[in-house]
Every structure is written in structure tokens, then in C-alpha cells.
């Protein structure tokens, strides 16, 4: 199946700083990239959608000042939580899919775990 | 809120047993997903089901998807330690939406 990677795998920040993550596609061009949040022994929670040269669509709840998405490329999007606080802890997964809406099959990263000391 | 409902959240099995999750939607559903997770890891895809009342088999696992397109149902016979994990069936009336999941743990 698709491969996609997720970077950082862990990390560990202070209060109030920023933190940039990176969801590539490695063999295929995804139109279409979602982000998703979830704690623990919880399911996925839909944080935004985004397509490629587009602005994200970020799900009702979700800060849009927050959470920085852009996806500049078909392969790579990437998520920044800005000025981070204990209660953004979290793992944070992206997918993605090569089919506009998201209908087709997604394909996720291996995640992100965020622990804002 | 959530329009994809699962259950049972949890389901400890014997090995060696059968079990099933249910999966059930308040919209009509253009297709369902299945995925797993195992713990600690990401969620991982298993299956799609697009057809009405279509049935699919991978090895001891079977996915339905009901006539009206609004529930479904994965079935593992024989349920073995390696099917541990947390199953999540998705479905998107217009966007992907996950279920809560069911976290099935196995008994030797």
C-alpha cells in the first residue's frame, strides 16, 4: 500500500513554543491531506482537511490561528501548533489520499506524539 | 458530533472464539472503511466496502456492509493474540467519520 511519514515522531516542548510537523506521501501525489488528533483510548478526531494549494478546512472547534496548516506541495503538508500549551498534548496523525474529498482510501502516517511540558 | 456509532467499545475474547463489532450510522453511508490499530501504533487500512449488502473476506476476517449502506459489521473467527488492537470503522456520508472504536484483547 501507499507509504506515508510523519515527522517528528516524538516530541517534548515547553510552554508557549511552536512545533512544526511534517506529513510526506512517499509514493504517490496526495491531493487531499487530513490531520487528526486523539488522545489516548480515544478514536480520531478530524482536526482539518487540506488540499494542495488550497486553505485548510479546519472542523468546528478548531482553532485555525493555532493550528497552521499548509499543504504546498502533493507530497508534503505540514501542521505547526503554535504556542503550545500542556492541554495540546496529544498524538497527532496525518493521512492521506490521492482522491479530492478524501473518499477514497486514506492512508495514514505513523504519528506524532506532542507532550508541551 | 459523531454520526458513525460502534460497539461494544471494548471486547476481551477467548482465543480460539469468534466475535463481531458493529458498526451503525445515522446518514446513509457512500462507502465504509475498516481500520486497525494496533496499540501504539497508527491506524492502519483493512478494508472498503462500497455495494450494498456486499460481503468481503480476508482470511478469518468478514466485513459486511448492510442493504441500507447504514451499519456494518466485521466478524473474526478463530480470534488469535494477533488480532489485538483496536478496530475502527469509518464512513463518510460526505467526509470521513471514524467511529470510537472497538479495543479487542485476547486471552490465551
Known amino acids: 500500500g501507499a507509504v506515508v511519514s510523519q515527522h517528528p515522531s516524538w516530541v517534548i516542548c515547553k510552554s508557549g513554543t511552536s512545533v512544526k510537523i511534517e506529513c510526506r506521501s512517499l509514493?504517490?501525489?496526495?491531493?487531499?491531506m487530513f490531520w487528526y488528533r486523539q488522545f489516548p483510548k480515544q478514536s480520531l478526531m478530524l482536526m482539518a482537511t487540506?488540499?494542495?494549494?488550497?486553505?485548510?478546512?479546519?472542523e468546528q472547534g478548531v482553532e485555525k490561528d493555532k493550528f497552521l496548516i499548509n499543504h504546498a506541495s502533493l507530497t508534503l503538508s505540514t501542521l505547526t501548533v503554535t504556542s503550545a500549551h500542556p492541554e495540546d498534548s496529544s498524538f497527532y496523525i496525518c493521512?492521506?489520499?490521492?482522491?479530492?474529498?478524501?473518499?477514497?482510501?486514506?492512508?495514514f502516517g505513523p504519528g506524532t506524539r506532542l507532550l508541551v511540558l | 458530533g459523531q454520526q458513525v456509532m460502534q460497539i461494544p467499545q471494548y471486547q476481551h475474547v477467548q482465543e480460539g472464539e469468534d466475535f463481531t463489532t458493529y458498526c451503525n450510522s445515522s446518514t446513509t453511508l457512500s462507502n465504509i472503511q475498516w481500520y486497525k490499530q494496533r496499540p501504539g501504533g497508527h491506524p492502519v487500512f483493512l478494508i472498503q466496502l462500497v455495494k450494498s449488502g456486499e460481503v468481503k473476506k480476508q482470511k478469518r476476517l468478514t466485513f459486511q456492509f448492510g442493504e441500507a449502506k447504514k451499519n456494518s459489521s466485521l466478524h473474526i473467527t478463530a480470534t488469535q493474540t494477533t488480532d489485538v488492537g483496536t478496530y475502527f470503522c469509518a464512513g463518510d456520508p460526505d467526509k470521513l467519520s471514524f467511529g470510537a472504536g472497538t479495543t479487542v484483547t485476547v486471552r490465551a
Open positions: 493521512s492521506a489520499s490521492n482522491q479530492r474529498g478524501g473518499l477514497e482510501t486514506q492512508y
Open positions: 509514493d504517490f501525489q496526495a491531493t487531499t
Open positions: 487540506s488540499n494542495e494549494g488550497s486553505k485548510a478546512t479546519y
